[in-house]
């Protein structure tokens, strides 16, 4: 029986509309703050595989909703307190503040932790305080990345392997705030905690068994057993085909709106285009199975 309920569907638990044909869909008449039944998360959870990436509006969910939100999904980690402030309420989200003393740097396309052996699943992030304009999101969806590529590129591809590093993006200049003080000792310990580790390039979803594109400019450092002239070509190819607008679908934000996305299909980037405006979100991470250690 298929879950992926339409916007007319009377017996849908909640109402669905596509953003684009290739990635995003719009949820309506659902509320966050409350109890969601096993058939509702169900719905969902075909409508995030289906779409890659949901949005919610007017859902002034508390971190405690989020969280328990989250959990309905899969097992929700305490934030590592390296690269993300930690709420002061909720060890499991992580604040994303931005003002006239935090300029944006996320303005980088990603996969929430790739660099991990065990990337997150989905992640959970709420609007608390959003700028007048500006600070928008991007995702770009990987199914279509890859259904886009020319068959010869998707042939070549199939069965290579990429090494995806955390310090690819960590080591610019731009975050170079992160590794000053007693923050700096945080970020030395998750260096440690995830030296480079290879994913395949091309990934069948392990719940529908699509295929998606998995690289990313931040994270992805090389193609496994290229020579480096060859990954650097690649994987610049690779990234710009990613970039291509069909693919993608962008988000304005208004104060407590909800988008939930799955990593293992989608990239995102976050705008920045808002500084010196303030810009405050929650996020909750969503992981298959428990990281060890
Ligand atoms: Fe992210």
Same mark, same amino acid.
């Given at each position: 029986m298929s879950l992926a309920y339409t916007a007319t569907d009377s017996a849908a638990p909640f109402q669905l509309r596509p953003v684009t044909p290739s990635v995003g869909a719009e949820v309506s008449g659902i509320d966050l703050t409350e109890s969601l039944d096993e058939k509702a998360v169900a719905a969902l959870r075909a409508a995030l595989i289906e779409h890659g990436v949901l949005f919610f509006r007017d859902q002034p969910v508390t971190p405690d909703h989020q969280v328990a939100f989250a959990r309905r999904f899969g097992h929700v980690p305490k934030v590592p307190d390296s690269m993300f402030?930690?709420?002061?309420?909720?060890?499991?989200?992580?604040?994303?503040?931005?003002?006239a003393d935090r300029p944006p740097t996320v303005n980088n396309w990603h996969s929430d932790y790739s660099f991990a052996p065990l990337p997150d699943f989905a992640s959970v992030l709420r609007s608390v305080v959003v700028p007048d304009c500006g600070g928008?999101?991007?995702?770009?969806?990987?199914?279509?990345?890859?259904?886009?590529?020319?068959?010869?590129? %998707?042939?070549?591809?199939?069965? !290579?392997?990429?090494?995806?590093?955390?310090?690819?993006?960590?080591?610019?200049? =731009?975050?170079? @705030?992160?590794?000053?003080?007693?923050?700096?000792?945080?970020?030395?310990a998750a260096r440690r905690e995830f030296p480079p580790v290879s994913h395949p390039?091309?990934?069948?979803?392990?719940?529908?068994?699509?295929?998606?594109?998995?690289?990313?400019?931040?994270?992805?450092?090389?193609?496994?057993?290229?020579?480096? %002239?060859?990954?650097?070509?690649? !994987?610049?190819f690779l990234f710009e085909h990613c970039k291509a607008p069909e693919f993608? =679908?962008?988000? @304005?934000?208004?104060p407590d709106c909800v988008a939930m996305w799955d990593n293992r299909s989608v990239i995102h980037y976050a705008v920045a285009d808002f500084h010196p405006a303030r810009r405050l979100m929650h996020r909750v991470t969503v992981l298959e199975r428990l990281r060890e250690g």
């Open positions: 402030l930690v709420h002061e309420a909720n060890p499991h989200v992580s604040v994303l503040l931005n003002d928008d999101t991007v995702w770009a969806g990987m199914f279509a990345a890859w259904d886009g590529l020319p068959d010869r590129m %998707q042939q070549h591809l199939d069965g !290579l392997t990429a090494t995806h590093d955390f310090m690819k993006l960590y080591e610019r200049p =731009v975050k170079k @705030r992160l590794w000053e003080g007693e923050r700096g000792r945080l970020m030395e390039v091309v990934r069948p979803h392990p719940e529908s068994g699509r295929k998606a594109l998995f690289v990313n400019e931040s994270f992805t450092r090389h193609i496994d057993g290229m020579s480096e %002239q060859e990954s650097r070509h690649l !994987l610049a993608q =679908v962008r988000f @304005r934000w208004s």
